[in-house]
């Protein structure tokens, strides 16, 4: 617990760093907070970068997450454009880049991830964009308008989530996109292959090109520009840019050289503790410590949401340990992607709904015969029910889940 009106220095001001400056406030901490950002701009929402904003279809006001206004409505001080250098724990103190220090009481890290990028030739070409940011999202957004005035292709690199939204939002304003996954399947890591399967098949079917076990050679470029991605077997793939989508990984390089324990990111308990009393951490840049010693790391707005109420209540003296079921989503041309719970080693499915149909189902997956997660496609009601019943550790069986006339909801009340 820090000293009630110690100063709380947050570091990094996206969704994980403002969410967790508000629940300081409202768990009624006085004393200053500063929220240290290193992007020019304010927070802002960053699940529409890859679809609404990318497409055009929302504004700076709509991808705003909190005015500057707000936030210093609520004693919030908001730096943008600050890099952190270093922490020293011992004076309890940041170092800034350009030589300034800042004491604190208690310190946030909510660093978040920076996209990963392949060592190929030709990979640091300027029209071979990462997408992770606001910056990086205007930027793709003038490649594809660029690939549009020149009826030039897309290539992306990964078939995750971010991959795929970026070639559906290509798909709809009418550019060839060329999709490139390394793994067998789509979607690998997080679907189950029926599912990966049924996407792979809703992306053929709006024109993009997937290949599946890719393995690329270079990227060749013309005017020092991308020009063409060139696969270990000769295919060359033409192109007016290059989008990479391969994953993300944690920024936890600030933490590690301050001593922190890091491993795929900062090591934090179910309160977002970490060993230094004074410091919690959030986001994107954690790796939570479960009670069986394996780490869980998850990339979600929710995670982020949550995990900073955690670490706020941490400094606060005011263990609240996170441990609802997670939840995702994504959008891809019509199609809603809603999942509740962490479908890995499932060694069993159930459907419910029509899936050949493809407008509304839902797939259950099961291990040991337990429901450990729910995947939604446009069954909105399917979603927010799974989260109950995992919540609850209720499992319905593969049968009642098939049947459409059984009241899942029963299931809860009994």
């Not at 970068?49 to 991808?63: D, H, T």
């Not at 009418?174 to 992306?203: I, K, M, N, Q």
């Amino acid at each position: 617990m820090i000293e009630p009106d110690g100063p709380v220095l947050i570091v990094g001001a996206g969704q994980a760093g403002t969410m967790t400056a508000e629940a300081l406030r409202s768990g009624g901490f006085t004393g200053p907070i500063t929220l240290l950002g290193d992007e020019p701009h304010g927070p802002y929402h960053r699940p529409p970068l890859s679809k609404a904003w990318l497409a055009g279809e929302v504004g700076e006001a709509q991808l705003m997450l909190r005015a500057p206004e707000m936030l210093a409505k609520k004693n919030i001080t908001l730096r943008t454009g600050v890099s952190v250098r270093s922490i020293d724990r011992a004076a309890q103190q940041l170092h800034l880049d350009g030589g300034d220090a800042l004491s604190y009481a208690g310190l946030v890290l909510a660093t978040g991830a920076a996209p990963r990028r392949l060592p190929l030739a030709g990979g640091d070409a300027p029209n071979v964009l990462p997408l992770r940011s606001k910056d990086d999202a205007s930027a793709i957004a003038t490649l594809l308008a660029r690939c549009a005035d020149l009826a030039l292709p897309l290539v992306v690199f990964g078939g995750g989530f971010i991959g795929l939204e970026v070639a559906a939002t290509a798909r709809k304003k009418g550019l060839a996109v060329t999709v490139l996954e390394a793994a067998p399947r789509l979607l690998g890591r997080v679907l189950s292959p029926e599912l990966s399967a049924w996407y792979a098949d809703l992306h053929r079917g709006h024109g993009v090109q997937l290949v599946l076990e890719a393995r690329i050679e270079r990227i060749d470029t013309a005017d020092g520009l991308a020009c063409a991605v060139v696969m270990a077997d000769g295919t060359r793939h033409a192109c007016g840019g290059v989008v990479l989508g391969v994953g993300v990984s944690a920024n936890d390089t600030l933490a590690a050289a301050a001593g922190l324990d890091c491993e795929r990111g900062i090591v934090v308990d179910a309160c977002g503790r970490t060993a230094d009393p004074r410091i919690v951490a959030a986001g994107d840049c954690t790796a939570r410590r479960l009670d069986d010693g394996s780490l869980l790391r998850l990339e979600s707005v929710q995670n982020a949401t949550e995990q900073a109420k955690s670490a706020a209540a941490a400094l606060l003296g005011q263990p609240r340990p996170f441990t609802a079921t997670p939840w995702f989503w994504s959008d891809q041309y019509d199609k809603k992607l809603q999942m509740a719970g962490l479908s890995a080693g499932a060694d069993s499915w159930a459907v419910r709904g029509d899936m050949a149909a493809g407008t509304s189902f839902s797939v259950y997956h099961y291990r040991g015969g337990r429901l450990i997660a729910v995947d939604s496609v446009n069954a909105a009601k399917d979603h927010l029910q799974a989260r109950k019943l995992l919540d609850a550790g209720v499992s319905p069986t593969p049968a009642q889940v098939a049947d459409l006339g059984c009241d899942l909801n029963a299931l809860l009340a009994a």
